[in-house]
Each structure stands twice: as C-alpha cells, then as structure tokens.
C-alpha cells in the first residue's frame, strides 16, 4: 500500500519552512499542537518524518520534541538530522523514533553506516539522497546541498543499498518549499538502477494534485511533504479521501470516527 | 493484570508503552529473569537483527527463563517483529538458535524481478487467509497493520495454531496464536487503530 509521509523541520526551538534549503520559522511545540491535533492528522497521514536541523544542536532538547509528539501518535516516526553516533540512536530510540534518516552520514563515515544498519536491521535506516539536476545531469549534495558528492546517482543508490537502508528519499533541492509539484523528472534517471527498497519522493508538494501526481506512479511508494501550511486542520485527512476516491492504494483510516476512538479502546 | 514487556536494551519501547498507556493497561518494562515470576502477560517487542537479538536475551539470562515461563507456567507471550522471529527454532538472518516456542524457520524476503514486491518490506498490509475467531476476531479484511522487515516466517508445522498471512512474492505468516503464544511479524503499536485492537485483545486474555 502506498504511504503519505508527514514531515517536519526543527530548528533551534522551533518548526520551520524550508525552501530551497533555506528555512523560515513557523511555530514552536504549542503552534504545532494548536494548529495539527496530532490524533486527529495521524489518520490523514502514515508516517511521520522529524529532522532537526538546527545549528545549535541539542540533542537532549530534541529529544523532548521528539517524546511529546510520538506520545500523541501510532504511526511510524522517523528521526534525523545530526545523527553520528550509535549512542544518539538510543537516545532517540527511547523517545520514540521508530527509523532513522541518513544523508551526510554517506559522505563522512560509511563505517558507522554499515554498523547501523547491522545491529537494528537495513529496515530502521531511511536515507535521504539530496540532488538538483543540472544540464541534464543529477548532482548529489549533502550538507545542507552545500557540498557535492564525488558518487552520482546510481553509484549512490547502488551504495547505500549495499551499506544497508530500508526506505530511499529522493529530494529535489530546487523543488523543495516551492510548492510547484514533485520533480518527476528524476524518475527517468532511476530507470536503470536496480531500486530495491521503496522509493520515497519529496520536495515540491503544494498541494492535494501534487500527491496524487506522485503516488499515482507504480514505482513511488511514497510521497513527503514538509509543507507546513498548506496541510492545517484536517487537510490531510481530506487528501487521504480523495487519494481513496481517485483509486490509489492507500489507507483508510477514516472510516473511524475520531470521537468514538477513545471509547472504542477502554479495557474490560 | 500486570503486563511485562521485556527490555533487551536494542528495542524502541516507548511507542509500545503509549500504546498501552492509552489503552488504560498495567505494565513494566524488565530486564532480568527475576521480574518475569510477577507477570499476568509477557511482551517480547524488538528491533534489530536476529543474533544481535538473542545474544541480548541470552546476556540477560532471559533465554531460558522465557522458555520456561512460557511452556510450563503457561504465560501469555506476545512476540513483535524480531521479537515474533525469536519464538522460533532459527533464522536464515543468524547463526544462533532462538527460543524454539514455535516450530518453523524465518527466512529472508526474495525480490522477484516480475513483481512490486520490496525487500525490506516497508509499509502498511492488509491481512489475508485468517479465520474471524479468537485472536483475529476483531479484525476486518481493511485493517491495515505496519510491516517493517526483510526476514518472515512462510510455514509452521504446529498443530493448533492459527495464522494470518500478508501478501509478498511469497505469502508469509503475518501473525499467528498458538494456544498461549502470540506473534505479530508488524508492529502494532504503528498501526493505529488496528494494531491497538490486537494489543487489547491480547491483554484481555
């Protein structure tokens, strides 16, 4: 079944926008939870992705984040963002991170990687791979798309996926925050790689047509959006219905009705 | 009802703990064979290789002691994901035996170039080919469960067990009860509404 992933962006206490890489302050935890009743938008979306990417990083401070949101869902989370080391995973383990996203970690320790994925399984590693496709080409960065990779494409698909990774997020740098609509336009380059893992497109999802657009291709499981604003409410619970009604294989999980939840689930 | 979930120090416990926080239930996390004495239920969650699991178990002296728990004093166990694969007798994943509570072998997903199928198999399923009766009793074929895996069970040779599949390029057992044993290939605790039906059903045993 195809999946919609909801993902946000903490920076230094607050939620972000991020364009082109290049954030903007939205809300803290309170306009988070005042604007997204978290209950209510887990049955609109299927996942959940939170990526600090804050410059001052304070893991202990995210982990708060992490902890009062994951406690409020029954979705999987996946956590990222500065993660180097076996210990952060644990910490963020505790707090409820389901998964974890890689990206830079490609590019600085493979090692660390590989180990990753050895002790909690290939399934628990999420890699998102950043590109901008340049004269007909596709350019991996990392780094906050600052730095360019020495991989392409396929060797760094080919790689990762030797290194261990469960899930692959391809983000389009230019697209991102833009709300213009997915770049479909990578899916020609991935034709010849031997994808074995589900492929996750984010990066440009404005609005309901934008998803649809990307799930509607056999080869997306997935689609992202870290589009704050545009999802408020209970947006995403309307996208899951239409997304329902225009026949893409997703999940239904509005047929229960969100006041009768908690009664439904009291113990004998 | 006092429900143990066992902690092997590689798991994510706290989405279980939610789970189970707003279902209203009593529970402990424990990490030593000495607590298990206490329990009405056992919960074996886990996620992580399957060798990297049992040596875990096995460092906490919890290996036998589950064993033993389960088969003579009858306690409830539910197994979840690595923790599902531990219940039985070994894994294509690792070289280490595992609890043996349930006759089969866990073998790796395989990719066939003709279909969808992924390996890991991420994402949520729906269930097939179960009876509506005990265990699945609350379950309706639109449920949809999270499946986070490369390796499966695909037959078991107990008697009185009763399964439910998931659809890869070869069905594989989804969940299963045998008599006091339970096991969840998904995550409940993932999967809203669904998989907290089965967590209730479980703890209401």
Redesign the interface.
Known sequence: ???LIFSLLYEDGYFVLSRNFRTQKIGDLTWLFKNYNLIDV??GI?EIIIIDVSKNKNLDEFCKIV?KI??RI????TVGGGIYSIENIKKL???????ILLNNLFNSNQDLWKNIS???????VVACIDYKIINGEVKIFYEKASKISKFNLTETINKIQNLGT??IILQSIDYDGTGKGLCMEILEFTKNIR????LIMKGGIGKFDHIFEGLKI??V??VCTANLLNFIGDTFLKVKKSLIKKNINV???C??NLNE?RD????? | MNILIIDVGISNLSSLCNCLNFLGANFKIINNKKDLNNGTHVILPGVGSFDEFIKALDKKDLFESIKYNVLINKLPILGICIGFQALFKKSEEGNLKGLGLLNGEVKKLFLNKKTSFKVPNVGFRRLINFNKKNFFKEIKETDAFYFMHSYACFEITDKYVSCAYSEHNTNFIAALQKKNIFGLQFHPEKSQASGLKLLKKFIEI
Do not use: H, T
Request: charged fraction near 30%.
């Open positions: 079944m195809k999946r887990s049955f299927d902890e994951s406690s029954f979705i999987p989370i383990q505790l707090v409820g991170a389901d998964k050895n002790v909690y399984g290939s399934q628990f469960g899930e994808l074995m893992c589900p056999k080869k499981d997935a999940i239904d999980w047929d229960i939840y439904i689930f009291k113990i004998k």
